[in-house]
Each structure stands twice: as structure tokens, then as C-alpha cells.
């Protein structure tokens, strides 16, 4: 098995199958010039919606602008604090400042790399607008003890779930947890456009209407503006491509899954790769499959030097980040996000993965923790 090249990721390879149906998709699009929103986009909205088993979806312009338009139409402004965790894209943060409002952290749990409940309890402030859980790497959180301390509190909760398509807790898919759902449809994503692109799904009449007025510069009608909002419409083109690739969506999240179980079987047998543990309730997406390993910037070379391309997700966790220098927040503030940032290890992870990669991979991982 030597001389094998695994990449992290392979889009060409999911692409290649769909190129005579995405050349049809693109050719309807061109014919009906229906470039920005438009009906491919409403068509697109009604299936994601009863994908995520939600009344509605709205397409916007990418999982940053999900979170911003989710806090928005919630009236999180100047002085509010909005409850999230450190190890997230640095997204799921600049969703809550550019809203004005400051981003409260707490710790995650060290098995699931989710959200601590009990630390979301304590950090509840007379300022506290929303919480927005973090569905990492297609886990979701543990939804039910978050839910029920927001509700406590009377917080509405936002779920990233922009790592998370087709993710579910307790028979219950990510997305239809929360007042509102976040995706991200970033190419690389569980399912990825051609491009930059998002959603936010709700069962909620108003918030759906608020969203569907922010996101296309506060009109209702053309050129008649109730509010002011911006443009973070979803393109036709990335609607189509969406259509398309949701359809197999089911089908490669399970191959995903499946990958994780070799995975699994291969690694158990070395005690110093932590693997990653799907809560018994979750049915996890694996987005992405990260192990956690010791001198893990090494580890990530050698992999590298052997043909192996590994990721970090994500080196800095966001309280630490220069951007947010400004919190106070030391190193120690948070010790599990912190050592997570210094030992997770992202393996190749996409459906196309095939078994015998798989093995090399798991067989280099463990040469080089030996090394
Ligand atoms: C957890 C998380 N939140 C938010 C985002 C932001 O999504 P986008 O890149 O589509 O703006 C991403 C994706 O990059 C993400 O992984």
C-alpha cells in the first residue's frame, strides 16, 4: 500500500457522477435567467424544509449570513449577550458582534466536543438574548438539557448547524431543534454548492417573514423598504446544484458513516488516538472525523510526508483568537476547547473514501505515532 495519495477531500470525485444533470440544472437556469432567489431557489427552500422535517427554509447567501439574519430577526442588538462555545468556526462568533452584541463562551464537553449544559447554565446573564449550540463535525449537541435551560430563562436557541446536514438527535434532524437553524452550503460542506451559500430553517410564521425581508434589503415589495437589510439572497445557480446534490444526501452521509465505523475498527487497537464518540441518541453526520492524538502538529506532517492530507478544525478556538483580544479572555479560560485545539487531527472524510484508503490511512496514523 505504499505510495497511496489520500486527499482530505475530494469534490471532483462526488462531482463527477452528476456533471450530465448539472449541465441540464445550469442550462434551466440560464433559460429562465432566474440568476438571484427566483423559483429554483423556492423550490430548493420546500425541499430542504422537509428534509429538516421544518416548516421552512429561506436560502441566503452562506451559514454567516444563517447566523447574523437568525439573530437579527431576533432583535439581538447593542448590550445583549448571546451564549456559544470557542471551538466553532469563527463564524458562529462574528454572527453575534456584527449584530452588536458580545459572544459569551463556555466549554464544551470533552467526549462530544458540544456544548456543556451545565457551563451554558452558569454563564446566563440578566443580558443573555440567545444561545447558539454548535452542532461540531455533524454531532449535534445535546439539545434537550440546552433547550430546557433556555427555556428556563426564556432564550431562544439558534443551532449551528452548519456542519450538520442530515444530523439528528433523538430521531429528531439538526435544524428543527432550535427557534432556528444555520447551515452552510461552503463546497466542502455534507452538502456543498458550487460556491458560497446558506440557509436558515424554522417552524417559527414570523421569524420566517422577518428573515425573508432582512435578507432581500427590507422590502416586501420591490423597491418599497420597511427595514433596513441587506442583500444575503441564495443565487439560482447554487439553488440547482443544491437540488441536485440533496437527493443523494441521505445516501452520503451513510457512506460517511460508514467510513467512521472502519475507521473506528482500524484505531481501536492503539491507545493513544482518541477517537471521536458519537452520543448513543445522535446520529452523526461526520462532516468531518477527527481524532485526537498527542504532538498533533508532527503527527499532521508526518501524515503529510507519507501521502496522507489531514486537517485542524481549528488550531486557535475563538476566545483565544487576536480578533476577540479584546474579551480578556486568557489561556485556561476554557481547558477543554484549549486542548482539543491542540490535539484534534481531522483524517480524510468524504463519501467517496474507499475502503482500502481508509486502511492506509489508519495504518499511517499509527506508523507515525511511532515514529
Ligand atoms: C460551525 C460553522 N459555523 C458557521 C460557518 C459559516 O458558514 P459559511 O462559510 O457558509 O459562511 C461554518 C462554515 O464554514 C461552520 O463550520
Given at each position: 500500500?505504499?505510495?497511496?495519495?489520500?486527499?482530505?477531500?475530494?469534490?471532483?470525485?462526488?462531482?463527477?457522477?452528476?456533471?450530465?444533470?448539472?449541465?441540464?440544472?445550469?442550462?434551466?437556469?440560464?433559460?429562465?435567467?432566474?440568476?438571484?432567489?427566483?423559483?429554483?431557489?423556492?423550490?430548493?427552500?420546500?425541499?430542504?424544509?422537509?428534509?429538516?422535517?421544518?416548516?421552512?427554509?429561506?436560502?441566503?447567501?452562506s451559514g454567516t449570513d444563517a447566523l447574523w439574519?437568525s439573530l437579527?430577526?431576533?432583535?439581538v442588538?447593542?448590550?445583549d449577550e448571546v451564549i456559544t462555545v470557542p471551538n466553532s468556526f469563527m463564524a458562529t462568533a462574528e454572527a453575534i458582534s456584527v449584530c452588536g452584541a458580545r459572544p459569551v463562551f463556555v466549554d464544551i464537553?470533552?467526549?462530544?466536543?458540544?456544548m456543556?449544559?451545565?457551563?451554558?447554565?452558569?454563564a446566563?446573564?440578566?443580558?443573555t438574548r440567545a444561545i447558539i449550540p454548535v452542532?461540531l463535525?455533524?454531532?449535534?449537541?445535546?439539545?434537550?438539557?440546552?433547550?430546557?435551560?433556555?427555556?428556563?430563562?426564556?432564550?431562544?436557541?439558534v443551532?449551528d448547524?452548519c456542519?450538520?446536514?442530515?444530523?439528528?438527535?433523538?430521531?429528531?434532524?439538526?435544524?428543527?431543534?432550535?427557534?432556528?437553524?444555520c447551515?452552510s452550503?461552503?463546497?466542502?460542506?455534507?452538502?456543498?454548492?458550487?460556491?458560497?451559500?446558506?440557509?436558515?430553517?424554522?417552524?417559527?410564521?414570523?421569524?420566517?417573514?422577518?428573515?425573508?425581508?432582512?435578507?432581500?434589503?427590507?422590502?416586501?415589495?420591490?423597491?418599497?423598504?420597511?427595514?433596513?437589510?441587506?442583500?444575503?439572497?441564495?443565487?439560482?445557480?447554487?439553488?440547482?446544484?443544491?437540488?441536485?446534490?440533496?437527493?443523494?444526501?441521505?445516501?452520503?452521509?451513510?457512506?460517511?458513516?460508514?467510513?467512521?465505523?472502519?475507521?473506528?475498527?482500524?484505531?481501536?487497537?492503539?491507545?493513544?488516538?482518541?477517537?471521536?464518540?458519537?452520543?448513543?441518541?445522535?446520529?452523526?453526520?461526520?462532516?468531518?472525523?477527527?481524532?485526537?492524538?498527542?504532538?498533533?502538529?508532527?503527527?499532521?506532517?508526518?501524515?503529510?510526508?507519507?501521502?496522507?492530507?489531514?486537517?485542524?478544525h481549528y488550531?486557535v478556538p475563538i476566545h483565544l483568537q487576536q480578533a476577540y483580544a479584546f474579551l480578556g479572555l486568557?489561556?485556561?479560560s476554557f481547558?477543554?476547547a484549549?486542548?482539543?485545539a491542540?490535539?484534534?487531527?481531522?483524517?480524510?472524510?468524504?463519501?467517496?473514501?474507499?475502503?482500502?484508503?481508509?486502511?492506509?490511512?489508519?495504518?499511517?496514523?499509527?506508523?507515525?505515532?511511532?515514529?
Amino acid at each position: 500500500m505504499t505510495g497511496m495519495q489520500v486527499p482530505f477531500l475530494d469534490l471532483h470525485a462526488h462531482h463527477q457522477p452528476l456533471m450530465a444533470d448539472l449541465a441540464d440544472a445550469f442550462r434551466q437556469v440560464i433559460e429562465a435567467s432566474a440568476f438571484a432567489g427566483g423559483p429554483f431557489v423556492a423550490r430548493f427552500e420546500t425541499e430542504f424544509a422537509a428534509f429538516c422535517r421544518t416548516r421552512h427554509a429561506l436560502g441566503v447567501g452562506s451559514g454567516t449570513d444563517a447566523l447574523w439574519l437568525s439573530l437579527l430577526a431576533l432583535g439581538v442588538g447593542q448590550g445583549d449577550e448571546v451564549i456559544t462555545v470557542p471551538n466553532s468556526f469563527m463564524a458562529t462568533a462574528e454572527a453575534i458582534s456584527v449584530c452588536g452584541a458580545r459572544p459569551v463562551f463556555v466549554d464544551i464537553d470533552e467526549h462530544t466536543y458540544t456544548m456543556d449544559p451545565v457551563q451554558l447554565a452558569a454563564a446566563i446573564t440578566a443580558r443573555t438574548r440567545a444561545i447558539i449550540p454548535v452542532h461540531l463535525f455533524g454531532q449535534m449537541a445535546d439539545m434537550d438539557a440546552i433547550l430546557a435551560i433556555a427555556r428556563q430563562h426564556g432564550n431562544p436557541v439558534v443551532e449551528d448547524a452548519c456542519q450538520a446536514h442530515g444530523a439528528e438527535y433523538k430521531g429528531r434532524r439538526a435544524g428543527g431543534l432550535g427557534v432556528a437553524g444555520c447551515f452552510s452550503f461552503y463546497p466542502g460542506k455534507n452538502l456543498g454548492a458550487f460556491g458560497e451559500a446558506g440557509a436558515v430553517t424554522t417552524d417559527e410564521p414570523e421569524l420566517w417573514t422577518k428573515i425573508q425581508s432582512l435578507r432581500d434589503h427590507g422590502q416586501a415589495r420591490k423597491y418599497f423598504h420597511s427595514v433596513v437589510g441587506w442583500n444575503a439572497r441564495m443565487d439560482g445557480i447554487q439553488a440547482v446544484v443544491l437540488s441536485l446534490k440533496l437527493r443523494r444526501l441521505a445516501d452520503a452521509n451513510a457512506a460517511r458513516r460508514a467510513h467512521a465505523q472502519l475507521y473506528d475498527q482500524l484505531l481501536a487497537d492503539e491507545p493513544r488516538i482518541i477517537r471521536p464518540v458519537a452520543a448513543a441518541h445522535n446520529l452523526h453526520a461526520y462532516h468531518i472525523y477527527a481524532v485526537r492524538v498527542q504532538d498533533r502538529d508532527r503527527v499532521l506532517e508526518r501524515m503529510a510526508a507519507r501521502g496522507v492530507n489531514c486537517a485542524i478544525h481549528y488550531p486557535v478556538p475563538i476566545h483565544l483568537q487576536q480578533a476577540y483580544a479584546f474579551l480578556g479572555l486568557q489561556p485556561g479560560s476554557f481547558p477543554v476547547a484549549e486542548r482539543c485545539a491542540r490535539e484534534l487531527l481531522s483524517l480524510p472524510m468524504y463519501p467517496e473514501l474507499r475502503p482500502e484508503q481508509i486502511e492506509f490511512v489508519a495504518q499511517a496514523l499509527k506508523q507515525c505515532l511511532h515514529q
